[in-house]
C-alpha cells in the first residue's frame, strides 16, 4: 500500500545471533515457526504472530540448524556439542539424540519425517532412519571442507548440499553416491527448495542463483549490492527477498532481477530468511539476536498487523491508511506512514 514504510515485528528471547530458522507447512492449528540460536536454545513460535511457545532445552552449545516437519509435530537440530536431535514439538520432550565427531550444521526432515539428513563440519552429510535409531546412518562422502546446508528434494531420492569448499553438489540417497557438482565463485551460504519442488534457492557472495531442481541447470542468478547470506523465493515465484551483511533486507523480481524494495530493521548481518508457507510474511534472523517478522504486502491486514483506514468524516484531507500492530508475546512496532 502506498505510504506505508515496512517496520517489522520484532520476537525477542534469544541472547545471542540467529542463524538458522524454518516453517512449518500450514496446519489445522495454524503455521509454526523454529529458529537456530548460538545461545543454545532453540525456539518455538506462532508463525504468523511470532509469539513464543517453547524452548527445546538440551543442547550444551550453540545450535547452527533448526527445522520442523510438515506438519509441526517434530522438531530438529544440530549443534556444536557434536549432536543433532530430534524432539517432540508439541511437548517439546527429546526423543533422539545422534552424535557426531564435528558441528553438525544443517538438518532436514524427509516428507515422511522418517528419515533426519544432517550435514556437519565432518564433510559428511548422513541420513538417519529415525525408526531405527540404533542403525548406522547413510554417509555421503566427497565435500572437502565444512557443511553448511542440507535438503532433501522433494521425492527425497536426492539430497543437496552446500560446502565451504564453494561447490554444491546432489548425492543419490540409495547409492550414496555424488550425482552432479556446480561450483561456486565463493562459499555458498543456503539453500532452500521450493515448496513444489521444482527450484532450489542458494547464495554465494553478492548473488542468489536460482537452480532447476530436476536437471541441475542453472535458471538465473541475480547480484545484490552486497554480500547476501541468505534468500527465499515467494511461493507465487514471483519475487525472492534476500539478506546479508549490510543489516539490509532486499526484494527482487524474479523475473527481471529488478530490486523493488529494500528495508533495514536488523542491526547485524542478517543470516537467515525464510517465507511463510502461505507467502504473506517473511521471517529473518540476524546476528543481531532477534527474529524479525515483515509483511509481504506493506499496509495488509494479517496476523497482528491491522489496516485502518482514515476516518471518513474527518476535515483532513491529506489522511493516510496506516497499518498498526498489537499483540502479546513479541515486541511490537508501528508500522509508520512515511512523510
Not at 495454524?30 to 525456539?43: E, Q, T, V, W
Not at 533422539?96 to 564433510?123: P, W, Y
Not at 521450493?194 to 532450489?200: A, E, P, V, Y
Amino acid at each position: 500500500m502506498a505510504g506505508l514504510r515496512q517496520t517489522p515485528l520484532t520476537c525477542s528471547g534469544h541472547t545471542r545471533p540467529v542463524v538458522d530458522l524454518s516453517f512449518s507447512d500450514n496446519t489445522p492449528f495454524g503455521y509454526f515457526l523454529i529458529s537456530a540460536c548460538k545461545d543454545g536454545k532453540p525456539m518455538l513460535r506462532q508463525g504468523d504472530t511470532g509469539d513464543w511457545i517453547g524452548t527445546f532445552e538440551g543442547h550444551k552449545g550453540a545450535v547452527w540448524g533448526a527445522t520442523l516437519n510438515k506438519d509441526a509435530t517434530r522438531a530438529a537440530t544440530g549443534a556444536a556439542d557434536f549432536t543433532a536431535k530430534v524432539w517432540d514439538a508439541e511437548k517439546g520432550e527429546e526423543l533422539q539424540s545422534f552424535s557426531h565427531k564435528h558441528i553438525v550444521k544443517s538438518v532436514d526432515f524427509s516428507a515422511d519425517s522418517k528419515t533426519l539428513l544432517t550435514g556437519s563440519n565432518e564433510k559428511i552429510l548422513r541420513i538417519f532412519d529415525l525408526q531405527k535409531p540404533d542403525a548406522e546412518p547413510k554417509q555421503f562422502v566427497g565435500h572437502t571442507s565444512n557443511i553448511k546446508a542440507v535438503h532433501f528434494n522433494k521425492e527425497c531420492n536426492q539430497v543437496w548440499s552446500a560446502s565451504d569448499d564453494k561447490t554444491i553438489r546432489v548425492w543419490d540417497v540409495n547409492t550414496c553416491k555424488e550425482i552432479h557438482c556446480i561450483e561456486t565463485l565463493s562459499a555458498p551460504g543456503s539453500l532452500e527448495l521450493t515448496n513444489d519442488g521444482s527450484i532450489f534457492t542458494a547464495t554465494y557472495g553478492n548473488f542468489t542463483v536460482f537452480y532447476n531442481a530436476e536437471n541441475f541447470e542453472k535458471i538465473k542468478e541475480i547480484k545484490a549490492p552486497a554480500p547476501v547470506n541468505t534468500a527465499s523465493l515467494h511461493p507465487s515465484k514471483n519475487f525472492f527477498v534476500c539478506g546479508g551483511e549490510d543489516f539490509k533486507m532486499y526484494k527482487f523480481d524474479y523475473y527481471t532481477g529488478e530490486e523493488m524494495e529494500s528495508f533495514k530493521g536488523h542491526f547485524g548481518p542478517v543470516h537467515c530468511v525464510r517465507f511463510s508457507p502461505d507467502g504473506e510474511l517473511y521471517a529473518s534472523g540476524s546476528e543481531d539476536g532477534t527474529l524479525r517478522l515483515w509483511q509481504t504486502t506493506v499496509g495488509t491486514t494479517y496476523g497482528l498487523w491491522k489496516c485502518v483506514a482514515p476516518d471518513i468524516d474527518s476535515t483532513d484531507t491529506n489522511s493516510t491508511p496506516t497499518a498498526l500492530m498489537s499483540g502479546t508475546g513479541a515486541s511490537v512496532e508501528a508500522v509508520k506512514v512515511e512523510s
